[in-house]
């Protein structure tokens, strides 16, 4: 069955700093790949979406995620992270069967 | 509607009743998806549906959960006999699909904002 893992569980960063969150599934076919975020108290919001074509993908709030067909990755990253940034982040894929399995997620604090 | 719909938003029932959680898809969304979000285990898939069909159940925890889906649009997801363990938030998610075959591109999920469950 296809699963997620997300490297990191929790990371902690000073404002300004580069950010990369790990994001590999388990086999490949035709995927779709996204990463969610949830700010403290609100719910899941969609982040950026990877079906097909480019494998660099720009999402909101200057996220980007790379796909790498070969290492079945789908990393997260932000050049300057900022202190609204803190929050909980879900790398998410969605296989031919439409069943769409989520990592454990990522808790990022961003240090002010 | 213009959003997906979960109630009750809060529940707090006692150990052994049964509740039943109601979720409202995007109006067309053919996919209707079940998670649990508790500390630690981040979204723990549960089951989904296409239309009325329950393709996958195999994140169901126990035979105490069960879901169904009618009309290929409201679902219902009821825990019997609820546990402490039971308590968790249980977020409900719908997404369209367009295409077929090695084509097909399915819409993310749009989620509603939860029910929070306690079993005391």
């Known amino acids: 069955a296809q699963s997620v893992s997300q490297h990191n569980h929790h990371v902690i960063l000073s404002e300004a700093a580069s950010l990369e969150l790990g994001c590999n599934y388990s086999?490949?076919?035709?995927?779709?790949l996204f990463w969610y975020v949830q700010y403290p108290g609100q719910h899941l919001q969609l982040l950026l979406k990877y079906f097909s074509g480019d494998p660099l993908v720009k999402g909101i709030k200057g996220f980007e995620a790379e796909f790498i067909k070969s290492k079945f990755s789908f990393n997260l990253r932000k050049p300057s992270v900022q202190w609204s940034d803190t929050a909980e982040y879900f790398c998410a894929v969605r296989d031919r069967d439409d069943k769409i399995i989520f990592g454990k997620g990522t808790r990022l604090h961003i240090l002010p | 509607g213009a959003g997906v719909s979960q109630s009750p938003s809060n529940k707090v029932t006692e150990k052994g009743k049964d509740v039943e959680l109601r979720c409202d898809p995007i109006?067309?969304?053919?996919?209707l998806y079940w998670y649990r979000q508790s500390l630690g285990q981040g979204l723990e898939f549960l089951i989904y549906?296409?239309?009325?069909?329950?393709?996958?159940k195999s994140g169901l925890p126990s035979d105490r959960f069960s879901a169904e889906r009618t009309g290929g649009s409201v679902s219902t997801l009821t825990i019997q006999r609820t546990q402490q363990e039971d308590s968790a938030v249980y977020l409900c998610a719908s997404s369209a699909r367009r295409g077929t075959g090695v084509f097909f591109v399915g819409t993310e999920a749009f989620f509603g904002q939860g029910t929070r469950l306690t079993v005391v």
């Open positions: 086999y490949g076919g035709t995927v779709n």
């Open positions: 109006s067309g969304h053919t996919a």
């Open positions: 549906f296409q239309g009325n069909s329950a393709p996958d």
